[in-house]
């Protein structure tokens, strides 16, 4: 320990942290400790702290990509953020966190559960197609793509040979998007057994929660290492360098807010966008700013 | 000034700033002085506080509404939060602040410019209706219907018997809305011409700015007085119990977040909604949850 006030230990920078998280073959989805902190040696309060300076980086990092779009010129760039994960690991609070920080206009947000009739009456990447965002926009994916593998896996929608082609046609999907300028950027969120009972506790027992509560949940944790093997193949067959997976440790929210919001960063730090120059002149803008302002005061 | 740490003054509460922030004849709009606090008596840091305060309350309301929203049984409402202003008088920031309270899933956010090519084919309030939300869910309009009054007046896109008409078609609408169970919740922002000006000099001569500078904020501004009375027109003629507009002081970025989020508070509130009560049986949903915990650790 050292003294002194403000010290928060060193903060990794977005483009450690992401290399940090990045998923690895060696370790694998099992190998990620759920309650471990990469990258960030301080504490609960120090998270806090860490992710409202981000909030503002982040922002600054969505308008110029937006700015550039704005441009006919500008090298025109989109990104999607997707969110994977266990039940009760934390994808919402993420994606209210982010949305805080940057707005609703720059990030918009698409949550993928069962399909709707009409979803359900079109080939699986439909829905997912509609929601690529415009130039300069980050969307938010709150479940995706991968839930046409992992939900139609583990509760047998369609038979194997079906979902196991989804692995290279979403490849395919996301390659095109990255060749177009749409970066996407997958997260993984791995929570302990023991977090996941605690927060599913929370939500059968507290009042204001229980509106949360699903039964296949409980289900769904029964079947906790088939998931695990669920995750693992996703990560292996769909992780590439045009469209990386990082794996989150979340059984600390304020990390796992912290890590993806770095990681987001990262990527749009990536793009190595600058602001555009003004289309206008400046000069002849505050002369005219000026000229209202006293037309004003005459009237 | 009194002495010591954590005092903020006293704050009112939800339905105390909305009283005072509720529309009055007698002031009209152009009696709100921008750089005033109602109903806050604290500052700036008092302020941030108070929002971060509020933004738990705020979530917890719309988590209500969305709770009963699930219940086939459950009142259904729904709210649409309006917000307009003058150009650079913080719509976006109120609903960035907003968006990291409750989350985009429970705010959705829909901005109004100038119509589509095929928004612009369709009757005026076509592309306000497809955008009402779903049950228990708040939408924000920056800007909305009352552009199809105020854009077309100020700019001359269609003859005054047009707009007009316009007044009470969009009464009909949002009473056929309060009826159904979505509240209309209307919002004028007052900004004064020093801060607006201000404002606006940021965004000629700041580079990180520069992509927000538009012309015709420019030209909108030379009409201060004439803006004045339209915004009074439409108070006048639109404000009423069902779907009652405020006048929100906004040169204060700080106040005018509180505040909308104090006013979206208090109408949230008057819906008197409680947690509905659990649909399922809670401590046969916690034996299964540890039934499925011990399962895992047999595997």
Not at 19 to 32: I, N, T
């Amino acid at each position: 320990m050292t003294g002194g006030g403000d010290s928060r230990g060193p903060i990794t920078d977005p483009a450690g942290v992401a290399a940090l998280l990045r998923f690895s073959r060696q370790r694998g989805f099992a190998g990620v400790a759920a309650d471990s902190t990469p990258g960030f040696s301080g504490k609960k309060a120090d998270g806090r702290r860490a992710q409202d300076d981000d909030a503002g980086l982040i922002r600054s990092a969505q308008e110029r990509l937006h700015a550039h779009a704005l441009r006919p010129e500008g090298g025109r760039r989109a990104l999607i953020l997707v969110l994977q994960g266990r039940d009760a690991s934390g994808k919402g609070g993420i994606i209210r966190h982010l949305s805080g920080a940057v707005g609703p206009h720059g990030l918009q947000t698409w949550a993928f559960g069962v399909p709707t009739e009409e979803e359900a009456a079109h080939h699986f990447l439909w829905r997912i197609q509609r929601r690529v965002p415009a130039w300069g926009r980050i969307a938010a994916f709150d479940r995706s793509q991968y839930e046409d593998i992992l939900a139609v896996r583990m509760h047998g929608l369609a038979p194997r040979s079906v979902w196991e082609g989804r692995y290279d046609t979403i490849i395919d999907f996301e390659n095109g998007l990255a060749a177009s300028g749409v970066d996407v950027v997958k997260v993984m969120l791995t929570v302990s057994q023991e977090e996941q009972a605690e927060r599913l506790r929370e939500r059968i027992t507290r009042p204001d929660k229980a509106w949360k509560h699903a039964a296949s949940d409980l289900a769904d944790r029964r079947r906790w290492h088939e998931y695990t093997q669920a995750f693992e193949d996703v990560l292996v067959r769909t992780d590439s360098d045009a469209s990386p997976w990082y794996v989150v440790p979340s059984d600390r929210k304020w990390y796992a807010r912290w890590a993806v919001g770095r990681i987001l960063l990262h990527h749009l730090e990536s793009m190595d966008l600058d602001w555009p120059a003004a289309d206008f002149d400046p000069m002849a803008a505050e002369a005219e700013l000026d000229a209202a302002t006293a037309l004003i005061a005459c009237d």
